[in-house]
Each structure stands twice: as structure tokens, then as C-alpha cells.
């Protein structure tokens, strides 16, 4: 039987409510860097991550036992947190069974908002295991980019146009413009996309910020997770 | 003097309240069809275009002297009217000296949206105007996309890159993302932008309504005007 499960790609977070349908899986998305960090703190072995809106509510987990905290806010580590939004600050044993209590300024926002769906998390780190998911469950999918404070970036959008057209090669349909440019958009970057964001907004903000290291392992990370972090109850589980 | 002057590219005219700068000039984009209409009937001597959102208020300039009307929903002409979205409908002498009252699904929405801004109308019918207004009054400048019903479209966005791209080889520059995606996209589909847009969402619709002629039209016209629309007090004037 043909598969015509449907593709919809939201570039900026807040259009989630309008685009999406019943009983799809969303896959949200902040590459730089809230979903890249949830897949290596999993594949690191953290046991949960619950992602928070506010400082004050990532706070109140601060002296729960097992649990760690991280916070980032315009891209940079919050005072007063031993965790922030980098991949490489969870490339250690301490990370081990904890509950990991995370905000960042984009990508735990747009978590927050797919609450009451089926919702798991994408990046490059864990990018093939989306992919078999994805086509396993064969339910329509929703690509729900985090943007940048309510407005389109590129690195998000070119990741969800990798997965489209992986996605579209596996029997997956999409009738909208968003999804065909995101693809469109991959294709020309694929070559090299830590080139093609040079002049990306988010890059320079990181690249101002001392974080290319950062970026490139985003973009290009050294190794592959096989699980995806799925949403229940409000906490980030591993499949 | 060196020319900062800032594009910002607003994908969807939804976004529009919280990406523009003061003092900036707005130009709307609903190229299939509202702007390249509002463009061709101004070309054919209409004095002055009203943009409105609802059929009832359309319908209250009915009978008004020297007033004609015109609306569209979905890509259909509305009965009742003697006008829709098609530019064709405005190639002839009735119009002349005439007031326009427009409704559309998308564009006029948008027109709305930018009521109390300096706002103008840009299509491939008037690009060329549109650009040598844009370099003389040398302010920032926000490409506004009508996109369809809240969601990103592929041909207002290419729109928006093909005039992003000129401006900046006239020293204005760009600091966002959505800005650079557009200019990708003008790029790769500049040789054939008809083909390109083959599937595209709106280009199907107007294909199964057998409105091709009007689509071949609005992508590449065959005529400039040196028109360039102006909001006013809630009504599109000549420049």
C-alpha cells in the first residue's frame, strides 16, 4: 500500500498551532544548539530532561537530589548554573542516571508548546534514528523549526529539508511551500553547510561568542545516537 | 557616505508587527495576484485602489459614482463582481480614472496590516520602479510576503530575494536569516521561475482553476510600469 503520510514544516515555532494535524508526530528542532545538547545528554546517559520555560522554574530543581541544571539565554551560559546550552558540557560521566532541568531561549519554548502531542526531538546527532522512527510509526509528521525569538533561521530550516527529502524518498508526501523550500534550501547546503551559515545570523551570534567548536559539532557531530528523546507528561524520555 | 540601510524579510504578513523597524518603508508582496493586479490596474489608468478585508465592505462601494469593485476567495472571483484577481480583467479602457474597491484572500489582509506605515505595492510589473523608489528614499526597508492564509508561500519569498539581491549590490545590507533564504531561493530559480514554481501550492491551485495565463503573466509580465503604489489614508495612490 502506498504511504501518503504528509510532511508540514513550521519555520518559526509559534505557527505550530495553525499547521498542525491531529495525530501526527512533531519533531522539533533547535540545531544550534537545545536538540543537539538533548541528544548527546541522553546518549551520555542522562535518565530525563524536563525541559522548563523560566530561570526561576529551572531553579526550583537546582537541590533535588539526581538532578542537574542548565540554562542559556541569548546564547550564553547563565551565572550561577553549572550546565549551559553547549553539546560539549555533557561529554562526561557526572551527566550519568540525572535528571538534566533545561531552558534555553528558542528550543525548550517550542517543546513547551507541542506538550499535549506526540512530539520527539531532532538534530544531526541523532538524525537516522528520527528517520527509521519516522518511518516505522508512518504517521503525518510536523517539522516544527525553533527560529530565533519568533523569526526563520536557516540552520533549522536546512535540517528539517534534510529530513523532508529523506522522508519524501520513503514514500512520505508534502503539499506545502515551506516543506519544498527548506528542501530546496538543503540541497544547495549540503555540500558544505558550515560554509553556507557563515553568514547565518545564529553562527555570527555563536562565532562572536567563541562557540565555532560548538557549531561544528552541531553541524557535523562525531558520532550517532540511536535514541530519540520523546516527550511524555512534560519530561524528555529515552525511546 | 556608506548606505547601512537594513532589509528585513518577513515570510508570512502575520509576522510583520514584530520585525519592523520605524521609519521603515514597507513593501507588500502577493504576486499571485493581488500586488501584480494592483500594479496592472494603475498601469491601465485606474485613479485609486481601496483595500478591504470583508465582502460587505467590497459591496458598500457598489454603487458609488465612478467606483468598481472586485473580489476574490481562494483564487476564485466572487459572484456579484465584475472584477476578481485576474490582471487580465484590468487591460481595458473602463477602468480608466476609476476607484478600485479590492478584496483578496491574502494581499489585502496584509495592506491592512501596514495602514499606518509608509507602505508600497511591489510586483514583477513595477520591480524595476520599486527599486529606484527604494534607492531614493534610502531607508530601511521590510519585504512583506502575503504567504497563503498564514502559511509561507514559494513566490512572494523568490520575490522578496530577487529584490533583497538588487538592493544589497546597492549597498543595503541584511542581518537576518529569513532574508538570505530568500535570496538562495531567487537564485536557484531565476532561470525558470514558471518550472520552478510547478509545485509550489498556490501554482496548483490557479493550475487546476486553469488560471495559467494569469500566473505566466504575474511571474513574468509583458510590460513595465514605473507606478509604484502608495498607501494613504487606507487607499493605494500613484506615486
Known amino acids: 500500500m502506498k504511504n501518503t503520510k504528509q510532511i ?39 535518565k530525563e530532561i524536563i525541559p522548563v520555560q523560566t530561570l526561576e522554574e529551572v531553579l526550583t530543581y537546582k537541590d533535588k537530589p ?58 544531526f546527532v541523532n538524525f537516522d534514528a528520527v528517520v527509521e522512527y519516522l518511518i516505522e510509526k508512518n504517521k503525518d509528521v510536523v517539522l516544527l523549526c525553533s527560529g530565533w525569538k519568533g523569526l526563520f533561521n536557516l540552520e533549522d530550516s536546512i535540517f528539517a529539508g534534510k529530513l523532508a527529502s529523506v522522508l519524501m524518498k520513503n514514500g512520505f ?14 540541497k544547495i547546503s549540503d555540500a558544505d553547510l558550515f560554509g553556507f551559515l557563515s553568514n547565518s545570523s545564529h553562527r555570527k551570534r555563536l562565532q562572536s561568542l567563541n562557540m565555532e567548536e560548538d557549531t561544528k559539532f552541531c553541524l557535523n557531530p562525531t558520532f550517532q545516537s540511536d535514541i530519540v528523546p520523546i516527550l511524555k507528561g512534560g519530561r524528555l524520555l529515552k525511546m
Open 66 to 123: 539526581n538532578h542537574i541544571v542548565a540554562a542559556e539565554r541569548n546564547a550564553k551560559l547563565m551565572e550561577g548554573f553549572d550546565y549551559g546550552n553547549s553539546p560539549f558540557h555533557y561529554m562526561n560521566e557526572e551527566v550519568r542516571g540525572k535528571t538534566l532541568a533545561l531552558t534555553t531561549t528558542n528550543g525548550t519554548k517550542a517543546l513547551n508548546l507541542t506538550e499535549s502531542h506526540h512530539a520527539i526531538t531532532g538534530s
Open 173 to 186: 508526501q508534502n503539499n506545502n511551500d515551506s516543506t519544498l523550500a527548506a528542501i530546496e534550501l538543503f
Open 8 to 46: 508540514t514544516t513550521c519555520f518559526v515555532s509559534k505557527w505550530f498551532e495553525k499547521s498542525v494535524a491531529n495525530d501526527s508526530i512533531i519533531v522539533v528542532i533547535d540545531l544550534l544548539r537545545a536538540t543537539t545538547v538533548i541528544s548527546t545528554a541522553f546518549h551520555y546517559g542522562v
